[in-house]
């Protein structure tokens, strides 16, 4: 009994065996045929280069809210839209794309409440935006609207202006680059160099509003009248930089 189960046990071990040899037999193969990391490049070099460029801003954005409160809800969003409605069609005639445009903005009717939390009324707002870029045409647009006071306004360049700006910028910053790639290329000795991997970005200064006007009411809006609002376009900054790393040859 004892000697039959040697005997099993002594072929399993051999049988195993022969595959331990393969298996070890190969990994040196195996091993030898696993993939080498190419080596670094010599002469790599980092730099970057940056082009600022000012532009006149040429686009203004005016922002009018009127405000009403009332004990419906619905009685409000009525006056509220009676409002836009006449605003729309006080200035319709007057729009034209790119130079005076005229649209809808915040809308909206919210409860007040009382110290208990119970509410005691209703208070909506409701916003005309009125922009382009004939800034004369736009501050009349404004004044005749006296019923709806100025909340904001805010210079800025337009589309077709940063466009434009960010295009000559680019263009500078690369050609920055470049030159500053040659002459260190020329300061280290070497006659050029080969662009190994390149990066652009761009920064905006942030639009500052140049003016922002207090909400008034319809007795202060009234009395100030209809003279055309004080504004002072100014100017937007643009940087670009070209940053990446160089071969030397």
């Known amino acids: 009994m004892s000697i039959h189960l040697r005997e099993k046990k002594l072929r399993s071990v051999f049988k195993a065996f022969p595959v331990a040899l393969v298996l070890g037999a190969l990994s040196p193969g195996l091993q030898a045929q696993s993939p080498?990391?190419?080596?670094?490049?010599?002469?790599l070099l980092n730099l970057s280069a940056s082009a600022v460029q000012q532009a006149s801003q040429d686009w203004l954005r005016v922002v009018v809210r009127t405000t009403l409160d009332g004990a419906d809800a619905m009685g409000v969003q009525r006056?509220?839209?009676?409002?836009?409605?006449?605003?729309?069609q006080q200035l319709g005639q007057q729009v034209q794309p790119r130079q005076l445009e005229v649209s809808?903005?915040?809308?909206?009717?919210?409860p007040r409440y009382s110290d208990k939390g119970r509410v005691i009324g209703w208070?909506?707002?409701?916003?005309?935006?009125?922009?382009?870029r004939d800034f004369a045409r736009?501050?009349?647009?404004?004044?005749?609207?006296?019923?709806?006071?100025?909340?904001?306004?805010?210079?800025?360049?337009?589309?077709?202006?940063?466009?434009?700006?960010?295009?000559?910028?680019?263009?500078?910053?690369?050609?920055?680059?470049?030159?500053?790639?040659?002459?260190?290329?020329?300061?280290?000795g070497f006659s050029g160099y080969a662009l190994r991997q390149v990066s652009v970005s761009t920064a905006d200064r942030p639009a500052v509003p140049v003016?922002?006007?207090?909400?008034?009411?319809?007795?202060?809006?009234?009395?100030?009248?209809?003279?055309?609002?004080?504004?002072?376009?100014?100017?937007?900054?643009?940087?670009?930089?070209?940053?990446?790393?160089?071969?030397?040859?």
């Open 138 to 188: 736009v501050a009349q647009a404004v004044a005749q609207v006296p019923r709806m006071p100025v909340e904001s306004a805010q210079f800025s360049l337009s589309r077709e202006g940063r466009q434009k700006l960010e295009a000559e910028v680019q263009s500078q910053a690369v050609q920055s680059f470049r030159q500053r790639a040659q002459a260190l290329a020329a300061d280290f």
């Open 79 to 88: 006056q509220l839209k009676k409002a836009l409605d006449e605003a729309l």
């Open 104 to 110: 809808t903005g915040a809308f909206g009717v919210q």
């Open 211 to 249: 003016m922002q006007a207090r909400l008034m009411d319809a007795g202060t809006a009234a009395a100030a009248g209809a003279a055309p609002i004080p504004l002072q376009a100014g100017q937007d900054e643009v940087r670009i930089t070209v940053s990446g790393s160089i071969q030397l040859r």
């Open 36 to 43: 080498v990391p190419p080596p670094e490049p010599a002469q």
């Open 123 to 132: 208070q909506g707002q409701a916003d005309l935006v009125i922009e382009g």
